[in-house]
């Protein structure tokens, strides 16, 4: 008898604490809950699912350094080079907002994408290319840490 009393004094409090976390963290705390992440899921999903047919790979060519970078990328498709796919690369201070930049990257040969970025100072740097082509659209993110 005591147990029931118990428990049905313990569920409505957990439920009540649920109910009010899962509001705060709605109403408070912007990208901690997405409106929309079913729609965003099914197409991460549906993006992998091509990724694996096209046995697709993005590799980065070099680490980041100080100063002046040709930054390169190899994009292969079961193992072989993919031409003609848009590329665009996000290069950015993970610790700084100051020099985030979006560059478009060029086909310098068969699946070798190439940008040239300016790396201003050392830290950790974040390193995403988006790539599109046909009806896939999909990117990869690396961090380097520049001395």
């Known amino acids: 008898m005591n147990l029931k009393i118990f428990l049905s004094i313990l569920v409505p409090m957990f439920l ?3 109910g009010t976390g899962i509001y705060m963290a709605y109403s408070f705390e912007e990208g901690l809950v997405d409106d929309n992440y079913y729609e ?3 197409e991460y999903f549906h993006a992998r699912g091509l990724e694996r047919q096209l ?3 993005i590799e980065p060519q070099h680490p980041l350094g100080r100063g002046n970078n040709d930054i390169g990328v190899t994009v292969t498709s079961h193992g ?3 031409e003609h796919a848009a590329l665009t690369l996000f290069i950015g201070n993970v610790s700084t907002k100051g020099y985030d930049r979006n560059l478009k990257m060029t ?3 068969p699946g070798n994408y190439h940008a040239e970025a300016l790396i201003p100072s050392g830290g950790k740097w974040l390193m995403r290319v988006d790539f599109e082509k046909n ?3 999909t990117n990869r993110k690396w961090f380097f840490d520049v001395n």
């Open 16 to 18: 009540v604490a649920l």
């Open 40 to 42: 965003k899921g099914k």
């Open 55 to 57: 046995g697709l790979a």
């Open 80 to 82: 072989k080079p993919l």
């Open 107 to 109: 086909e310098r040969s």
């Open 135 to 137: 009806n896939l659209s």
